[in-house]
């Protein structure tokens, strides 16, 4: 069984940069990882994925030129690193398993969710 627990989520100014890390444990091998966001009252939306086997990556278009999605396969660990924050970046921010190692924007082809974090930019 795969368990997913995000990490990193602080509160920055406008303009500040942010990591944030989700960290695997059991099988994870062979099945990509994606990072999504929620805001109150909105539905979760795609932010970026990552392959296992190639490293290949995928990134929403308003994230594609701010954002990089990085792993560490020896380390189970999936990284979002977010430059430039802005108030539209504000909101919690979750981690989850493809049920392949696809890298899909939808939601319903994650299986496995972390509890996410919170991300706060403010002045």
């Known amino acids: 069984q795969v368990q997913l627990v995000e990490s990193g989520g602080a509160l920055v100014r406008p303009g500040d940069s942010l990591t944030l890390s989700c960290a695997a444990s059991g099988h994870t091998a062979g099945y990509a990882t994606g990072w999504f966001r929620q805001a109150p009252g909105k539905g979760r939306e795609f932010v970026a994925s990552i392959r296992w086997s190639d490293s290949r990556t995928y990134y929403a278009t308003s994230v594609q030129v701010r954002f990089t999605i990085s792993r560490d396969n020896a380390k189970n660990t999936v990284y979002l690193q977010m430059h430039s924050l802005n108030s539209k970046d504000a909101t919690v921010y979750y981690c989850?398993?493809?049920?392949?190692?696809?890298?899909?924007?939808?939601?319903?082809?994650?299986?496995?969710w972390g509890q996410g974090t919170q991300v706060t930019v403010s002045s």
């Open positions: 989850a398993a493809d049920s392949v190692d696809g890298g899909s924007y939808a939601t319903a082809a994650y299986a496995v």
